[in-house]
């Protein structure tokens, strides 16, 4: 095998465990089920004496 085709084949199977990571990540994140989650983890970023003062 000559260096060309193991540029190929890393680039090949380099995109495509990229393109399934990220649908894994995405199908992840919104599932319906994890949306309780998702919404504590974006309400607990800022606690009640981090607010600004009203």
Same mark, same amino acid.
Request: net charge positive; aromatic share 12%; with cysteine.
């Given at each position: 095998? %000559?260096?060309?085709?193991? #540029?190929?084949?890393?680039? %090949?199977?380099?995109?495509?465990?990229?393109? #399934?990571?990220?649908?894994?990540?995405?199908?992840? %994140?919104? *599932?319906? !089920? *994890? *949306? &309780? !989650? &998702?919404?504590? &983890? &974006? *309400? !607990?970023?800022? %606690?009640?004496?981090?607010?600004?003062?009203?």
């Amino acid at each position: 095998m %000559t260096h060309e085709t193991y #540029v190929i084949i890393a680039k %090949t199977f380099g995109l495509i465990y990229l393109m #399934v990571f990220f649908l894994i990540v995405v199908f992840q %994140t919104y *599932r319906p !089920s *994890r *949306r &309780a !989650s &998702a919404d504590h &983890a &974006a *309400r !607990s970023i800022l %606690t009640a004496e981090d607010r600004p003062c009203r």
